[in-house]
């Protein structure tokens, strides 16, 4: 037997106060509830977070951060709320330092292919470069590319000169210019007396071994970031009760969508990197292509989003109101997106927890981020863009490579194997057919 409280209570209370019951006293609530309960534990209900209470407890600070602007309000949980996971962490005891084996690990790691030790596997991009004459004049062109804002990530793989030892002359890279990118040279400063740009080919990402150094640097200097073939990075029993909480934290985003919303129940998550800065604030977005009848607001476009808002709102020679849902000043003034150089959505040397392998626009998104790993748990076979249908960060061309990995303990999340679409009481993730992540 349970004694209805709160809003169980207030229902009966309507029905008791109403000369036309809805409800008579045969009638009963029905509640399923989302874990397995023990016996005395009281029964909570989540009742959004529109309250019409003022909530004594950390709950306020959720409130208050808490946005409706599309993304469903659930996005920037701070480390704090991340402590109450409903389910048990199965690596917080024990040593924080103590290395898990790797079959042990609660994922799998998605083996890319081998590194480009030949001529054809070469992944190559276009860019413009300029001869650069007088050799003087390389300190001034060097502080000119920052002034012109063309230092930027998509290029931190190369170096900016080649010297070629047999004539003397040196070359200054300027930027990429991607297939089909219509933009043209950038200008050169007049008072230097240039010559004229040109196109050249250049390697599309930095060289993991030495022979693909050499193969690469043939073509433009490239820097060398070595690491075996065979080399995995040790995972910690800190690291892992990290990523299963960042997990936990994603599967439950996905159910308060679905189960709140009708959403898919997909979502995406990016927690504070276990490693400390860049960032220490999380971010968790679902699906929200029901709500907003807005077909491209996948969840992992949504948190994308969420923390270049942030970022944006942070910038202190911007006002931008979260909580007002105002949209950053870099959305709505060129000038400032200028400023800021795209540099907001930037998720390098973060990792990105998600329900469901992203379909292939996401995947981009994510590879323009410079993402460092992508963790998911349910592949898209029809669809998916990272590992299924292809493999974004391993196609020719691409100038970005992240870590993939598929989640497989599926147990001490609570996950069954049950199809679930259209069925928001079933707690399995899964989707149907050929709906894309
Ligand atoms: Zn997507």
Known sequence: MALALGLGKSTHTTANWSPDPPVTSTDSITYTTVRDVQPGEELCIFYGHNLWFKPSDKMEKQVEESVEDGWGGLSHISASEEEGQPYRNPFSDGSRDEVVPEEDLPFTRFKLPPEEETPDLIRTVDSWVVDVPDARHI??????????????????????????LQTGETTLLLCLSPQNDPT????????????????????????????????KSALWPTMYTPKRKDEVEAWTRGKAAWAWDAMSTTVQTAREGTLLKNELPIAAHIPAPYDGPPLTVSFA???????????????????????????????????????TGSAPSSLLDPAAAREDNGSNYLLTGQTIFLTHEPCIMCSMALLHSRVKEVFYLYPSPSTGGCGSLTCLPTLKGVNHRFSICTWSDFSSLRLDETPNHGDAHTFGLRLDGEIDA
Not at 142 to 163: C, G
Not at 188 to 209: E, F, H, M, N, R
Not at 295 to 322: C, E, F, G, M, W
């Open 285 to 323: 977005a679902h699906d929200t292509r029901s709500t907003t009848s807005h077909p491209l607001r996948h969840a992992a476009i949504n948190v994308i989003r969420k923390l270049a808002d942030y970022h944006a709102s942070n910038d202190s020679t911007r006002s931008v109101q979260l909580d």
């Open 139 to 164: 300190n001034t062109l060097i502080k000119w590319l920052k002034q012109a804002q063309l230092e930027t990530p998509d290029v931190a793989h190369l170096k900016r000169i080649r010297k070629n």
């Open 184 to 215: 043209g040279p950038p200008a050169l400063p007049d008072s230097l007396g240039l010559p004229p740009c040109y196109k050249t080919t250049v390697p599309a990402s930095s060289a993991l071994t030495l022979p693909s150094l050499a193969l």
